[in-house]
């Protein structure tokens, strides 16, 4: 087996463990997603998915920062409170995604040796505009997630990476989980509400 399979077994295994710790809502999941996302960043960009391995650097200062933020938080509990997102941040949204997937694309296609530079970006922009909608607490991100893991299933297939293929269908999965979850606290927050 050779070296590059080895690390994506890896990156596969820290990836299932880092999700899994993190529904535990457990300290750890913050070193297991560190390494998964360092291996993956080289893995993605061994092949050419610069977009990919730009998305994983800012997962790790996410990832370092959480982790900080855990360690040094207090013990206070406070109510996460979901939202939708209003027309207006829509109004945004869309041309921020259009524009960054096509100046993204374009500047990989013609800068640089990327692989799939336009569906590479698309999935990237379309990632980092989730992880934006999460740190807003909108219910749509899920929708989103699960819009990028079909993408990345198709393009980690492409680039003949099977086992990354399998955690973006994983990833996809958790996604309809915590839209579910998430629209359940919605209508309890309604129903509080009145």
């Known amino acids: ?10 990156g596969f295994l820290f990836g299932i463990a880092g999700v899994w710790l993190t529904i535990r809502k457990s300290i750890w999941c913050f070193p297991a997603g560190i390494v998964n ?29 959480g982790w900080i933020f855990w360690l040094t938080k207090k013990k206070e509990q406070q109510e996460i409170k979901i939202e ?12 921020v995604f259009l524009a960054g997937s096509f100046l993204m694309g374009w500047i990989l296609n013609n800068y640089s040796t990327a692989s799939l530079p336009y ?19 909108k219910i749509e991100n899920w929708i989103l997630w699960m819009a990028s893991n079909p993408a990345y299933i198709v393009i980690y297939l492409i680039k003949e990476m099977p086992l990354y293929a399998v955690l973006s269908g994983v990833y996809f ?22």
Not at 84 to 95: F, S
């Open 173 to 194: 999965l958790m996604a309809v989980a915590g839209y579910l979850e998430w629209k359940k606290m919605l209508k309890e927050q309604h129903e509080n509400r009145d």
């Open 119 to 137: 569906a590479d970006s698309l999935a990237t922009v379309l990632c980092f505009i989730a992880q934006w909608m999460i740190a807003k607490r």
């Open 1 to 10: 087996m050779t070296f590059f399979r080895w690390l994506e077994i890896t």
């Open 84 to 95: 939708t997102t209003h027309k207006k941040e829509y109004l945004v949204m869309i041309p």
């Open 37 to 65: 996302v360092l291996i993956t960043a080289y893995l993605v960009f061994d092949k050419k998915l610069f977009a990919d391995t730009l998305q994983q650097l800012v997962y790790f200062v996410l990832l370092v920062t």
